[in-house]
């Protein structure tokens, strides 16, 4: 009777991922370079890699520290014969892999970068991709094919994002008029916390502007699918260390007559992750919240209000894929960085569909933010 039942429920899966336009891939042999135990990003990626077995981690240098790199080794269940003591090495060796991942610090990104592309082998890169302009376009003219550079943007991956960007494109909310997208968080004026080094070894443009808002940049480029042509940027700092840059305020124009304006901070008391990203239009507005982010709200022009979530009848956010279980025991950070993975699994088995970050999307996304620093500094409105 039980192997009756296993193979029903195998059948019942198989149907559902068929009527959701899904079928199994392959496991993908991966390297991964940075991302160790002292990792902020590292666990929830090594998590997210294992969820749906679409990868499999055949290779690792996780850290500089030898005791670090062979303990997260330990940790993924990776043989120490599988385990290298410089990036170096293991590209040396990533003809074997079908993609190295790189979690490493944005400051270390550009160099490491350059030496994966000289092996030919596919890319996964954290964000931020670099940390200035003129390195983003050394790291496209030095891609033959920009299709084996990948960036994940993690709040891409979640199932209301995707459901928003269709209640856009389908008209819904009617002409778009102008947007607000925020992210406050409190890190760096809570007194027990403790920035990673590098995050105060400030740059120009401002860490916050290539941590933080980076992020809404994204968001907005994939729901409008729209550029800015011109801001302004007010820039401070406020909390607990004078040499950096804490918050950052910005109005922009983009096309078709839309209105933007972007708030980041980490000197908020009392936002742990303030995400929201609100969209206003003729008909209807609609707002989403990381901290609540299997919910959308909407706002009707003839006063009506509506939240919508997973366990609505929608169009994306309810796809098998993106149901690990039922509505009400709600997917979160990790669950997106495997929705992402997901979408790259697809796009490397050659599979349309994949919502992915290419090398372009960044060099316009390093446009923007070295035009907000330029703002700051003139107090004017700058055209990028």
Same mark, same amino acid.
């Given at each position: 009777?039980?192997?009756?039942?296993?193979?029903?429920?195998?059948?019942?899966?198989?149907?559902?991922?068929?009527?959701?336009?899904?079928?199994?891939?392959?496991?993908?042999?991966?390297?991964?370079?940075?991302?160790?135990?002292?990792?902020?990003?590292?666990?929830?990626?090594?998590?997210?890699?294992?969820?749906?077995?679409?990868?499999?981690?055949?290779?690792?240098?996780?850290?500089?520290?030898?005791?670090?790199?062979?303990?997260?080794?330990?940790?993924?269940?990776?043989? !120490?014969?599988?385990?290298?003591?410089?990036?170096?090495?293991?590209?040396?060796?990533?003809?074997?892999?079908?993609?190295?991942?790189?979690?490493?610090?944005?400051?270390?990104?550009?160099?490491?970068?350059?030496?994966?592309?000289?092996?030919?082998?596919?890319?996964?890169?954290?964000?931020?991709?670099?940390?200035?302009?003129?390195?983003?376009?050394?790291?496209?003219?030095?891609?033959?094919?920009?299709?084996?550079?990948?960036?994940?943007?993690?709040?891409?991956?979640?199932?209301?994002?995707?459901?928003?960007?269709?209640?856009?494109?389908?008209?819904?909310?009617?002409?778009?008029?102008? #947007?607000?997208?925020?992210?406050? !968080?409190?890190?760096?004026?809570?007194?027990?916390?403790?920035?990673? #080094?590098?995050?105060?070894?400030?740059?120009?443009?401002?860490?916050?502007?290539?941590?933080?808002?980076?992020?809404?940049?994204?968001?907005?480029?994939?729901?409008?699918?729209?550029?800015?042509?011109?801001?302004?940027?007010?820039?401070?700092?406020?909390?607990?260390?004078?040499?950096?840059?804490?918050?950052?305020?910005?109005?922009?124009?983009?096309? !078709?007559?839309?209105?933007?304006?972007?708030?980041?901070?980490?000197?908020?008391?009392?936002?742990?992750?303030?995400?929201?990203?609100?969209?206003?239009?003729?008909?209807?507005?609609?707002?989403?919240?990381?901290?609540?982010?299997? *919910?959308?709200?909407?706002?009707?022009?003839?006063?009506?209000?509506?939240?919508?979530?997973?366990?609505?009848?929608?169009?994306?956010?309810?796809? !098998?894929? #993106?149901?690990? #279980?039922?509505?009400?025991?709600?997917?979160?950070?990790?669950?997106?960085?495997?929705?992402?993975?997901?979408?790259?699994?697809?796009?490397?088995?050659?599979?349309?569909?994949?919502?992915?970050?290419?090398?372009?999307?960044?060099?316009?996304?390093?446009?923007?933010? *070295?035009?907000?620093?330029?703002?700051?500094?003139?107090?004017?409105?700058?055209?990028?």
């Amino acid at each position: 009777m039980g192997k009756l039942i296993r193979h029903a429920l195998a059948d019942r899966y198989a149907r559902e991922e068929q009527r959701n336009g899904y079928k199994p891939l392959k496991p993908l042999n991966v390297g991964i370079i940075g991302g160790g135990l002292n990792s902020a990003v590292g666990a929830a990626h090594f998590s997210a890699l294992g969820i749906d077995g679409l990868y499999r981690i055949a290779a690792g240098c996780f850290s500089r520290n030898n005791e670090i790199n062979y303990a997260t080794a330990a940790r993924c269940g990776l043989p !120490q014969s599988a385990v290298y003591i410089s990036g170096g090495d293991l590209l040396k060796n990533a003809k074997e892999l079908d993609a190295v991942i790189l979690l490493l610090p944005i400051p270390l990104h550009y160099e490491t970068l350059l030496c994966t592309i000289n092996c030919n082998t596919r890319i996964i890169c954290e964000k931020l991709l670099v940390l200035n302009l003129q390195e983003a376009l050394n790291i496209r003219r030095a891609l033959t094919d920009i299709n084996r550079l990948t960036i994940t943007y993690n709040y891409l991956g979640y199932p209301m994002i995707r459901e928003l960007k269709e209640l856009i494109t389908s008209g819904r909310l009617g002409a778009i008029k102008h #947007f607000e997208a925020k992210m406050p !968080q409190e890190s760096y004026i809570l007194t027990r916390s403790t920035p990673q #080094f590098w995050r105060l070894n400030e740059k120009d443009p401002p860490l916050i502007a290539l941590d933080l808002l980076t992020h809404l940049h994204r968001i907005i480029e994939y729901l409008l699918e729209i550029k800015a042509n011109e801001l302004f940027c007010v820039q401070n700092s406020y909390g607990r260390f004078d040499s950096v840059i804490d918050d950052m305020r910005l109005l922009a124009h983009y096309d !078709q007559n839309i209105g933007g304006s972007f708030w980041v901070s980490k000197s908020a008391l009392g936002f742990r992750n303030g995400m929201e990203i609100a969209v206003y239009g003729g008909e209807a507005s609609a707002i989403w919240r990381q901290e609540n982010a299997e *919910e959308i709200k909407i706002a009707y022009a003839d006063g009506r209000r509506e939240t919508i979530d997973r366990g609505s009848p929608l169009k994306i956010a309810n796809a !098998q894929r #993106f149901s690990r #279980f039922k509505a009400g025991h709600p997917s979160g950070y990790i669950e997106a960085f495997a929705n992402l993975y997901g979408d790259i699994a697809k796009m490397i088995a050659g599979e349309k569909g994949a919502e992915i970050t290419a090398i372009d999307s960044e060099v316009e996304r390093m446009r923007f933010i *070295e035009t907000a620093a330029l703002s700051a500094k003139s107090g004017k409105w700058e055209k990028i």
